[in-house]
């Protein structure tokens, strides 16, 4: 067995405090009827082992010397007897997942709420994991732990340096899963388009199938995002808008005969197009809006005309739909000033709340010019008591080539966040606009599940998973990435540390792209 064939320090600790597992040693054991992502996190533990390791797992129905049984209750029988012996499964919120090592009889348990909890809690597996050439080890884990907020989604932009790769996407997808994402939103931009049956939008319409099919296929939720007053760029002249800064003048003016009828009717068609969406988010401004004097306030005169029709329509078709309304940039004061504020205290200023609104997203920008949000903004939400969710700007504060590190932004992003109430906070979309946000996105995915999570912690649990026996080393080259990091000698040192890790990393580590995203960082920092 591989415990005995390590090197010796490897082995002395392997008796007491790891499994290790050779080639052809494991064998996952999943229910009777394993959902498609149970299957799913299975292959992808399968390939990450074999692909960093060397180590395949062993065929079904072999005498295995080492066994992981993944599953929920409800869907792996023993999983249901594991949770008889251990009440914290049962114990589980929404999403949570249990996972045990076992020493002496060589066994691991990953118990999942739910298709998303399990695929969590095999993602934490692998993170624990240690990769060495021909064996994975894996600790003495004893870990219960549960999501604290329930929308952990990612938003993903739609624009060519994502969806010219579909394929990669995909793989990203899973992999946000992993790290305990369990959603994925797209915003479908009409104006890209002449009309729905522009082939161009057809193309993209199918690429949201595949995208949310495979978030679907993790156990993850869709989201779709519609700006209020978008209309495909050939819309009638007749009904289009007043100028307004950020947005394309083909957007319709609701106050225009017809627009409203026009524009619920267009977007509906896209909502039917698409699979079932979970979460749908009315979108305001940046771009949308519209500064005619009918429309002047925007946030609850012109943005809501439209708004408020549509929401009622999109939960007539689909009464499950989550319709979350936006309210990124109408702090602006083309925007009417502090009108938004009253949208937040009442809705549609009848006092009567929509029965399909399920809260307000707000952004989380303290860098952006126009969307950011003072203490007194934040007061305002707080005191309004509707559920909240965040729209972080994790990319646009410094866009630049390569691996974006920013840890003073992100613990400004971080502070921002918790200080909203914390039990009306129910997660968010980062805007994740190309790869160089990867680092960040992990970052808040993390404070989706616990928001009192230290920067540094996260840091090194990404290290360790994607540097594996170079974590320590690759730490050091991110603090020197780090755009706060005032360090004199900064270029020097980041040279050195890119060369040095250059003749050091397995190749593993130099296959996955976040290693080229990194280095392209290295590179614009030292030039
Ligand atoms: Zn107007």
Request: net charge positive; with cysteine; hydrophobic share 40%.
């Given at each position: 067995m591989a415990a005995e064939t390590g090197d010796k320090e490897t082995a002395k600790n392997s008796k007491s405090q790891v499994l290790a597992i050779g080639n052809a040693e494991l064998t996952v054991v999943l229910g009777e009827k394993p959902s498609p992502a149970e299957k799913r996190v299975t292959e992808l533990l399968a390939e990450r082992i074999k692909d960093r390791a060397g180590v395949a797992?062993?065929?079904?129905?072999?005498?295995?010397?080492?066994?992981?049984?993944?599953?929920?209750?409800?869907?792996?029988?023993?999983?249901?007897?594991?949770?008889?012996?251990?009440?914290?499964?049962?114990?589980?919120?929404?999403?949570?997942?249990?996972?045990?090592?076992?020493?002496?009889?060589?066994?691991?348990?990953?118990?999942?709420?739910?298709?998303?909890?399990?695929?969590?809690?095999?993602?934490?597996?692998?993170?624990?994991?240690?990769?060495?050439?021909?064996?994975?080890?894996?600790?003495?884990?004893?870990?219960?732990?549960?999501?604290?907020?329930?929308?952990?989604?990612?938003?993903?932009?739609?624009?060519?340096?994502?969806?010219?790769?579909?394929?990669?996407?995909?793989?990203?997808?899973?992999?946000?899963?992993?790290?305990?994402?369990?959603?994925?939103?797209?915003?479908?931009?009409?104006?890209?388009?002449?009309?729905?049956?522009?082939?161009?939008?057809?193309?993209?319409?199918?690429?949201?199938?595949?995208?949310?099919?495979?978030?679907?296929?993790?156990?993850?939720?869709?989201?779709?995002?519609?700006?209020?007053?978008?209309?495909?760029?050939?819309?009638?002249?007749?009904?289009?808008?007043?100028?307004?800064?950020?947005?394309?003048?083909?957007?319709?003016?609701?106050?225009?005969?017809?627009?409203?009828?026009?524009?619920?009717?267009?977007?509906?068609?896209?909502?039917?197009?698409?699979?079932?969406?979970?979460?749908?988010?009315?979108?305001?401004?940046?771009?949308?809006?519209?500064?005619?004097?009918?429309?002047?306030?925007?946030?609850?005169?012109?943005?809501?005309?439209?708004?408020?029709?549509l929401a009622d329509r999109i939960h007539e078709t689909s009464p499950k739909t989550e319709i979350w309304v936006d309210t990124w940039h109408v702090n602006h004061p083309t925007f009417g000033g502090k009108d938004w504020q009253k949208l937040v205290a009442s809705l549609d200023w009848t006092k009567e709340r929509p029965k399909w609104f399920a809260g307000f997203e707000v952004g989380l920008a303290p860098h952006h010019g126009f969307a950011r949000m003072s203490a007194e903004d934040r007061k305002v939400y707080n005191e309004a008591k509707q559920p909240l969710m965040v729209f972080p700007d994790i990319s646009m504060w410094a866009n630049h080539p390569g691996m974006l590190v920013n840890k003073e932004y992100w613990k400004s992003l971080q502070t921002e966040m918790n200080d909203y109430s914390p039990e009306l906070m129910k997660g968010g979309w980062p805007y994740s606009e190309r790869w160089n946000t990867d680092i960040a996105s992990v970052m808040m995915l993390s404070w989706f599940w616990n928001p009192q999570k230290n920067v540094e912690t996260v840091m090194d649990e990404y290290a360790s998973f994607y540097f594996g026996p170079e974590a320590a080393s690759a730490r050091e080259l991110l603090e020197l990435l780090d755009d706060s990091n005032k360090d004199p000698q900064r270029k020097e040192k980041l040279r050195d540390k890119l060369a040095g890790l250059d003749g050091s990393l397995p190749e593993w580590v130099k296959r996955d792209w976040r290693w080229a995203e990194i280095s392209e960082s290295c590179r614009f920092r030292t030039r």
């Open positions: 797992l062993a065929a079904q129905g072999d005498k295995a010397a080492f066994r992981l049984v993944i599953g929920k209750v409800a869907s792996n029988e023993r999983i249901k007897e594991f949770a008889a012996t251990r009440k914290e499964v049962a114990s589980l919120g929404s999403d949570g997942y249990v996972i045990t090592v076992n020493m002496g009889n060589k066994e691991i348990h990953v118990a999942g709420q739910s298709d998303s909890g399990v695929v969590a809690g095999v993602g934490r597996l692998m993170r624990e994991m240690r990769y060495q050439k021909g064996r994975v080890e894996v600790p003495s884990l004893d870990i219960a732990e549960t999501p604290q907020m329930p929308n952990r989604g990612m938003y993903l932009w739609a624009r060519k340096d994502f969806f010219g790769k579909p394929d990669q996407v995909d793989r990203y997808v899973e992999e946000f899963a992993l790290w305990g994402c369990n959603g994925i939103a797209l915003w479908f931009e009409m104006g890209m388009f002449k009309s729905f049956d522009d082939p161009e939008a057809k193309t993209w319409l199918d690429i949201y199938r595949r995208l949310y099919a495979t978030a679907k296929s993790m156990g993850m939720k869709s989201g779709l995002l519609m700006v209020m007053n978008d209309a495909y760029n050939t819309s009638p002249t007749a009904m289009r808008i007043k100028p307004i800064i950020g947005c394309p003048d083909h957007y319709l003016c609701p106050n225009k005969p017809g627009s409203v009828e026009q524009m619920i009717a267009w977007q509906e068609q896209v909502f039917k197009a698409l699979p079932q969406i979970d979460i749908f988010n009315l979108f305001p401004a940046d771009p949308g809006g519209c500064s005619c004097p009918d429309c002047t306030p925007w946030p609850t005169r012109g943005f809501w005309r439209i708004a408020k029709p």
